[in-house]
């Protein structure tokens, strides 16, 4: 299968800077990609849709300006969450694919 | 949007029982993945079934697309099959959905 990797796979920041988590396809070209959240003990929630050379779409209560999305190539969609809050603590993974969907191996993001 | 349940939420097993998870989808899709979510969270791919039957080891699905479901079956189950079994649907173009999960206990 297609192979997606994310970066970094845990950080700690303090509360009011902000991190920036990549997600790569590696053998093959993604004009979409999709990130998701997941706080402990349930599903995975879609956040936005990543679309080489346009503006993401982010799903309905997602704050565009707190979770910057760039996908600047075909291989590379980095998320930016700014101004990190301690409630911005969570899992967040991407994934990419065609008919098939790949995920990559997630970041586990602490606001302290 | 498509909704998707899960059935059971919790499934506790001895090893070597066999077992059986459903997915119910609401409308019709293109896609349909079955996941393994291990402890670190990553996510396994077990099955793309948008319709038919596969089988892999000791695992194999089943979708109905025409009644809005699936079916995962995991035989003889291990103590490293435990975790948690998410399924996920799509249609043309969008992002997968997922259901809430089924979280597998299996004990030696």
């Known amino acids: 299968g297609a192979v997606v990797s994310q970066h970094p796979s845990w950080v700690i920041c303090k509360s009011g800077t902000s991190v920036k988590i990549e997600c790569r396809s590696l053998?093959?070209?993604?004009?979409?990609m999709f990130w998701y959240r997941q706080f402990p003990k349930q599903s995975l929630m879609l956040m936005a849709t990543?679309?080489?050379?346009?503006?993401?779409?982010?799903e309905q209560g997602v704050e565009k300006d707190k979770f910057l999305i760039n996908h600047a190539s075909l291989t590379l969609s980095t998320l930016t969450v700014t101004s990190a809050h301690p409630e911005d603590s969570s899992f967040y993974i991407c994934?990419?694919?065609?008919?098939?969907?790949?995920f990559g191996q997630g970041t586990r993001l602490t606001v302290v | 949007g498509i909704q998707v349940e899960q059935s059971p939420p919790d499934l506790i097993l001895q090893e070597g029982a066999n077992s059986t998870l459903r997915c119910n989808f609401s409308?019709?899709?293109?896609?349909l993945q079955w996941f393994h979510q291990n402890p670190w969270g990553q996510l396994i791919n077990l099955f793309y079934?948008?319709?038919g039957t596969k089988q892999n080891g000791r695992l194999s699905a089943t979708t109905v697309a025409t009644e809005r479901y699936s079916l995962l079956y995991i035989s003889s189950s291990q103590t490293t099959d435990s975790g948690v079994y998410f399924c996920?649907?799509?249609?043309?173009?969008?992002?997968?959905?997922f259901g809430k999960g089924t979280t597998l206990s299996v004990s030696s």
């Open positions: 994934s990419a694919g065609g008919a098939e969907a790949f």
């Open positions: 053998d093959f070209q993604a004009t979409t």
């Open positions: 990543s679309n080489e050379g346009s503006k993401a779409t982010y």
């Open positions: 409308d019709s899709v293109n896609n």
């Open positions: 079934i948008p319709s």
């Open positions: 996920a649907v799509s249609q043309a173009g969008t992002a997968l959905i």
